[in-house]
């Protein structure tokens, strides 16, 4: 019988080492959740500068107005 927190293979035939090796990484990631706090571990964190959009533009987007789409298409 399976209990609450026990690893349980459902496909395949893993050898001791890479079973040892599975709940060593498990218990790693759990020790490691529990000492961070749950206070860190809910709250969300901001986004990163490698992942914002508009670091791939190579110059600001132009100020709405007349003409704008052209503006925004042609190279400056």
Do not use: C, F, K, N
Not at 26 to 50: C, K, M, N, S
Not at 62 to 73: E, L, V
């Amino acid at each position: 019988m399976v209990g609450e927190g026990a690893i349980r293979v459902v496909r395949g035939d893993p050898t001791p080492e890479e079973l040892a090796a599975a709940v060593a990484v498990v218990q790693a990631r759990a020790a490691a959740l529990a000492t961070r706090g749950e206070d860190e571990e809910t709250t969300p964190h901001a986004p990163d500068t490698w992942s914002d959009p508009a670091r791939t533009l190579p110059r600001p987007l132009p100020a709405p107005g007349p003409h704008a789409w052209q503006r925004s298409y042609r190279p400056g």
